[in-house]
């Protein structure tokens, strides 16, 4: 099963790509996940990311496009994958769709979590990050994902690890220019999602992102067989 996951920063998207992975046994490709753990281990790619993502750019599609082609062709992706953070603009969508036709891999579903862009940016704000594993959900305003507290600091609900917020979640102007980059229906994300929605072939799952973590995740889970 391959599926595409959209929704802008601060709708849910990772925790309910996270949940659809644990479900169907899928590996779950987060481009800005990728990014991150280069950035981390000072890889090249990381270097070159790093100055971008600090400021709620997006990483060149010349960086971005061959990363995840490639990741896609991994022995691991072999039975079906979840994509989650690519493609975010309209060429990454049709880059995709091409490459994805040219090896005859079929796209099963296209799930977008609708959020209007005042809720998501105060979701945002209360992120917290797992310093061991990016796929740890943690949130200060949402008691499902609060973190715990140990020796008077919060750390990961998960596994206990320290938390930190992520650099790009917690400048205002960034916050924006990635909302800005997610709601443009010209040549940004949502171009991307709609470039999806009108080709035959994929099934498209659109979610309301307000319920809670769980109502969300029922929406999605009654569509996907
Ligand atoms: P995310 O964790 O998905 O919010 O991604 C964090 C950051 O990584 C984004 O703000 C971008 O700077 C970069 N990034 C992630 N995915 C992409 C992509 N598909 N194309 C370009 N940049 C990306």
Redesign the pocket.
Same mark, same amino acid.
């Given at each position: 099963m391959n599926i595409l996951i959209f929704g802008p920063?601060g709708s849910g998207k990772?925790t309910q790509g996270a949940i659809i992975k644990e479900k169907f046994n899928l590996p779950h490709i987060?481009?800005?996940?990728i990014?991150?753990k280069n950035i981390g281990e000072g890889t090249e790619l990381g270097k070159k990311?790093k100055e971008?993502?600090d400021r709620?750019?997006?990483?060149p599609?010349d960086i971005?496009i061959p990363m995840?082609l490639n990741r896609l062709k991994e022995d691991d992706c072999k039975n079906g994958w979840i994509l /989650?953070?690519?493609?975010?603009?309209k060429v990454?969508a049709e880059t995709l769709a091409k490459a994805l036709k040219d090896e005859g891999i079929n796209l099963d579903y296209v799930i977008e979590i609708v959020l209007p862009r005042d809720v998501a940016k105060l979701r945002i704000t209360g992120r917290r990050l797992c310093v061991n594993d990016p796929n740890h959900p943690n949130h200060i305003a949402f008691d499902a994902i609060k973190p715990v507290e140990k020796d008077g600091k919060l750390v990961c609900r998960v596994c206990g690890g320290d938390l930190k917020t992520r650099a /790009?979640d917690q400048d205002d102007a960034a916050i924006d220019k990635?909302h800005d980059i997610y709601y443009d229906d010209k040549t940004g994300t949502m171009a991307a999602v709609n470039y999806f929605k009108q080709l035959d072939g994929p099934k498209v799952i659109s979610v309301d992102g307000r319920p809670s973590i769980k109502e969300v995740t029922e929406a999605i889970m009654k569509e996907l067989k």
């Amino acid at each position: 099963m391959n599926i595409l996951i959209f929704g802008p920063n601060g709708s849910g998207k990772g925790t309910q790509g996270a949940i659809i992975k644990e479900k169907f046994n899928l590996p779950h490709i987060e481009s800005g996940a990728i990014f991150r753990k280069n950035i981390g281990e000072g890889t090249e790619l990381g270097k070159k990311a790093k100055e971008y993502i600090d400021r709620g750019d997006l990483v060149p599609d010349d960086i971005t496009i061959p990363m995840i082609l490639n990741r896609l062709k991994e022995d691991d992706c072999k039975n079906g994958w979840i994509l /989650d953070g690519f493609p975010r603009n309209k060429v990454q969508a049709e880059t995709l769709a091409k490459a994805l036709k040219d090896e005859g891999i079929n796209l099963d579903y296209v799930i977008e979590i609708v959020l209007p862009r005042d809720v998501a940016k105060l979701r945002i704000t209360g992120r917290r990050l797992c310093v061991n594993d990016p796929n740890h959900p943690n949130h200060i305003a949402f008691d499902a994902i609060k973190p715990v507290e140990k020796d008077g600091k919060l750390v990961c609900r998960v596994c206990g690890g320290d938390l930190k917020t992520r650099a /790009d979640d917690q400048d205002d102007a960034a916050i924006d220019k990635r909302h800005d980059i997610y709601y443009d229906d010209k040549t940004g994300t949502m171009a991307a999602v709609n470039y999806f929605k009108q080709l035959d072939g994929p099934k498209v799952i659109s979610v309301d992102g307000r319920p809670s973590i769980k109502e969300v995740t029922e929406a999605i889970m009654k569509e996907l067989k």
